[in-house]
């Protein structure tokens, strides 16, 4: 099997992943920034590259990049710790990514993934957290149908709160009409927005 390279900036996940990999007989080198890892990478490529999304010095589709830059082939692994923030890798996930892991990670998670861009079937293990592209594109398009909800439904309670006093001042001060005019474009309003 090939030598991996992590690429991860937080020392407690790089260890934790370089145990699971020692303790199951795969090579592995680190690499705790981008920096670092386009330093190794020139001088040796590796396959599998387990990527972290948040990295202190470049960003980590910019690093996916640069990797792929080089012509040379390799399998990817992307680690984050936040589902949400693929939205903005959805480009380098639909392109590339051949397993995304969630943090925190697992030995038996990790060995899966392992297994799924090795094809080695020694290694065992299977898991809930292990998403597929598809998965973590539909998990990402939800997340946003979610917030959109939850944005509209949130203006939808402040036009609510601000008209309604406003129709009752305008009742008592001003008669009826300007009341009745302030509920037809509430409901227009409702109409056009919900």
Do not use: H
Not at 122 to 139: D, H, I, M, Y
């Amino acid at each position: 099997m090939e030598t991996a390279l992590l690429v991860e900036d937080d020392v407690g996940v790089r260890e934790s992943i370089c145990s699971t990999f020692e303790e199951a007989g795969l090579p592995i080198e680190t690499a705790p920034n981008a920096t670092e890892a386009l330093r190794k990478w020139e001088a040796n490529g590796y396959n599998p590259v387990l990527l972290d999304l948040g990295l202190p010095d470049m960003d980590g589709g910019q690093l996916f990049v640069k990797l792929r830059e080089t012509k040379r082939d390799f399998r990817l692994i992307i680690v984050t710790s936040n589902a949400a923030i693929l939205n903005e890798y959805r480009g380098v996930l639909a392109a590339a990514a051949d397993v995304v892991l969630i943090k925190p990670i697992n030995d038996e998670e990790l060995l899966e993934a392992m297994r799924q861009v090795s094809q080695d079937e020694t290694l065992s293990g299977t898991s809930e957290k292990l998403w597929t592209k598809q998965e973590v594109l539909a998990e990402v398009d939800a997340a946003k149908d979610a917030a959109r909800k939850e944005v509209i439904q949130a203006s939808v309670a402040a036009i609510d709160a601000a008209v309604k006093p406003c129709a009752i001042v305008a009742w008592l001060f001003c008669g009826g009409y300007i009341v009745i005019m302030l509920e037809m474009l509430f409901l227009v309003y409702l109409l056009v927005w919900r």
